[in-house]
Nanobody, 115 residues
Framework: QVQLVESGGGLVQAGGSLRLSCSAS????????MGWYRQPPGKQRESVAT???????NYADSVKGRFTISRDNARNMVYLQMNSLKPEDTAVYYC?????????WGQGTQVTVSS
């Protein structure tokens, strides 16, 4: 079993910053890609940012230049630094990691950006 726990969500004003953290534990042998995803109200889940084991990153166009993903392989953690937040960033944010070809999800953390 693999467990993912996110933290760091909350309510912030537009232009503010938040840092999300995700800790993975359990039967972890080798983590492949780690990523952050979000589901805005009434919309489908979408990819925000991903990071490969070697550090290669990919970002959604909507967050490029504002969000930064990073990972700590020794601690099995992934982070998302979110700056210059906008009301349209409001969503439930999920971390997702791939282990041996299987995608695992965290329970999600709410991020609300007020205008």
């Amino acid at each position: 079993q693999v467990q993912l726990v996110e933290s760091g969500g909350g309510l912030v004003q537009a232009g503010g910053s938040l840092r999300l953290s995700c800790s993975a534990s359990g039967s972890i042998f080798s983590i492949d890609t780690m990523g952050w995803y979000r589901q805005p109200p009434g919309k489908q889940r979408e990819s925000v940012a991903t990071i490969a084991p070697g550090g290669t990153t990919n970002y959604a166009d909507s967050v490029k230049g504002r969000f930064t993903i990073s990972r700590d392989n020794a601690r099995n953690m992934v982070y998302l630094q979110m700056n210059s937040l906008k009301p349209e960033d409001t969503a439930v944010y999920y971390c997702g990691i791939i282990i041996l070809g299987r995608l695992y999800w965290g329970q999600g953390t709410q991020v609300t950006v007020s205008s």
